[in-house]
T-cell receptor
Framework: KNQVEQSPQSLIILEGKNCTLQ??????????LRWYKQDTGRGPVSLTI?????NTKSNGRYTATLDADTKQSSLHITASQLSDSASYIC?????????????FGAGTRLAVHP | DSGVTQTPKHLITATGQRVTLRCSPR?????VYWYQQSLDQGLQFLIQ???????AKGNILERFSAQQFPDLHSELNLSSLELGDSALYFC??????????????FGPGTRLLVL
């Protein structure tokens, strides 16, 4: 079972609409949670990083929330644009076996249509 | 442009062969990470180096190895290649920041095709 699970797997929305992507994790102990945007065939780009003490963080039209008690995070995209079409990846940082590790979710593939 | 460079951009080789992928981190970044992304799959963390020393290991096969040189560039060596090794290989770098919230900056990736 993946320690970081994202839903939905894929999503199609119309330009201008809002959407919310979900990330549930079982990783423990938890250090921080990141959201990345990855355009097809390109490297991921960081959107937000939140520690366990942060509940929400915004980056332009992207707003991430975190509930460390329920181990859930969401990424809300407001007023979507065609350029938002990409995969959105949730990444949890944990300390395990003497190492800090980054555990990646499989991503949500978002398509924004005109 | 993230400031992380990777070469080559594309690589086509045959099964059983050995290849070396190269990564130059952002200026001043001490940490280098390697990731593998197979078609339509999520990113898989392979290995991390910090200032020349191995810092963390993920799902890296024994046929794969990496190193970070004194000038901080890194190489990922893939040997006895199999068809399933065809993937995008990303390198990322990060520096030192407050707490543990350092951002990783990803390179453009090397697309490896094993025939």
């Amino acid at each position: 079972k993946n320690q970081v699970e994202q839903s939905p797997q894929s999503l199609i929305i119309l330009e201008g609409k809002n959407c919310t992507l979900q990330c549930n994790y079982t990783v423990s102990p938890f250090s921080n949670l990141r959201w990345y945007k990855q355009d097809t065939g390109r490297g991921p780009v960081s959107l937000t990083i939140m520690t366990f003490s942060e509940n929400t963080k915004s980056n332009g039209r992207y707003t991430a929330t975190l509930d460390a008690d329920t181990k859930q995070s969401s990424l809300h995209i407001t007023a979507s644009q065609l350029s938002d079409s990409a995969s959105y990846i949730c990444v949890v940082r944990a300390f395990s076996g003497g190492y800090n590790k980054l555990i990646f979710g499989a991503g949500t593939r978002l398509a924004v249509h005109p | 442009d993230s400031g992380v460079t990777q070469t080559p951009k594309h690589l086509i080789t045959a099964t059983g062969q050995r290849v070396t992928l190269r990564c130059s981190p952002r200026s001043g970044d001490l940490s280098v990470y390697w990731y593998q992304q197979s078609l339509d799959q999520g990113l898989q963390f392979l290995i991390q180096y910090y200032n020349g020393e191995e810092r963390a290991k993920g799902n890296i096969l024994e046929r794969f190895s990496a190193q970070q040189f004194p000038d901080l560039h890194s190489e990922l060596n893939l040997s006895s290649l199999e068809l399933g090794d065809s993937a995008l290989y990303f390198c990322a770098s990060s520096g030192i920041s407050r707490g543990r919230t350092e951002t990783q900056y990803f390179g453009p990736g090397t697309r490896l095709l094993v025939l």
